[in-house]
């Protein structure tokens, strides 16, 4: 579990926080995550919104709280808790009702959020290609700078995960998401769903008769892919009734609701693309033609 030692923990004055507080952004996909477990969970939380959209992540008050640069992040009665589904597991730990890892399962829960874990590269290289213009997505050379100069740690030590980051933030501005890219993360993502769909001819939710925390964090991916045109009906139709149901329910579609703005620019998006024939089910092989 990630929880920050003492000495990783710059920025002080979170140390004194009491409660829980989270710093989430509106459109982070793992953020989204964290607010619903949250809200179903009814916990009290306060809210700390950090401005990714304007790069706020990378100043150095938010990396002396979470080196790596990333959101969510949990302060917990003065404990700093980074990286979501680690996140969801403490948060499941201090507040066990009504639970939501179903009962005798915890192990197995923890391995198909991880294996959802593995995927957070290739559902943001869809978001990057599909969802939001490479002008507004890529991030400021001063920023990376100012990113990758961090001394910060992780449990005392230096972080590789940085490296991984800056990694795909400076491919990204050489040359955005390429139709390879795209390609691969798309086939990774069909992958699993196609494994998931047969179950859920079944069952209602992903571990069973009952709503857990891996149909929240396969909401958040099935959602996003959907924003980026993935054809969930005609490929899935069980995972796509599934995803509708639950995008039905408020808990659900209040975090995941994007701002009028956004959806004004993704739609601008997915029309050039559809006349240059670049759309999502096109480069990734999706559909016929």
């Known amino acids: 579990m990630t929880e920050l030692l003492d000495e990783d923990v710059k920025t ?14 509106r459109g982070s996909s793992c953020s989204q995550k964290t607010r619903i477990f949250l ?3 009814g916990i009290d939380w306060v809210s700390h919104h950090v401005d990714l959209a304007r790069q706020a992540n990378y100043e150095p008050w938010f990396l002396g709280i979470n080196p790596r640069g990333l959101v969510p992040v949990l302060v917990h009665d003065g404990v700093v808790h980074i990286e979501s589904n680690d996140i969801l597991a403490h948060l499941e730990e201090a507040f066990p009702e009504p639970s939501l890892i179903p009962e005798g399962r915890h192990d197995e829960t923890l391995r198909r959020l991880e294996e959802e874990d593995d995927l957070h590269l290739d559902v943001r290289t869809l978001t990057m290609r599909f969802v939001i213009p490479k002008a507004l997505a890529q991030k400021k050379s001063r920023s990376l700078d100012t990113y990758e100069r961090d001394p910060g740690t992780v449990g005392g030590s230096p972080d590789t995960h940085k490296q991984v980051e800056l990694e795909f933030w ?3 501005a050489r040359q955005g998401i390429t139709d390879a890219q795209a390609q691969a993360s798309a086939g990774r993502f069909r992958r699993v769903y196609e494994r998931i769909e047969g179950p859920l001819r079944e069952q209602s939710y992903l571990m069973g008769p009952e709503l857990s925390v891996v149909d929240i964090a396969w909401f958040i991916y099935t959602h996003r892919l959907s924003e980026a045109g993935y054809p969930f009906a005609s490929l899935h139709p069980h995972v796509h009734s599934w995803y509708r ?3 039905r329910r408020e808990p659900f579609a209040k975090e995941v609701r994007a701002p009028l703005p956004l959806r004004v620019i993704t739609s601008g998006l997915h029309a050039l693309q559809a006349v240059q024939g670049r759309s999502l089910a096109r480069v990734a092989g999706l559909q016929e033609g």
Do not use: D, I, P, T
């Open 39 to 41: 809200n179903l969970k």
């Open 12 to 25: 002080r004055e979170v140390l004194a926080w009491q409660g829980v507080h989270l710093l989430h952004f």
């Open 170 to 172: 400076q491919s990204f």
């Open 245 to 247: 149901s639950l995008l």
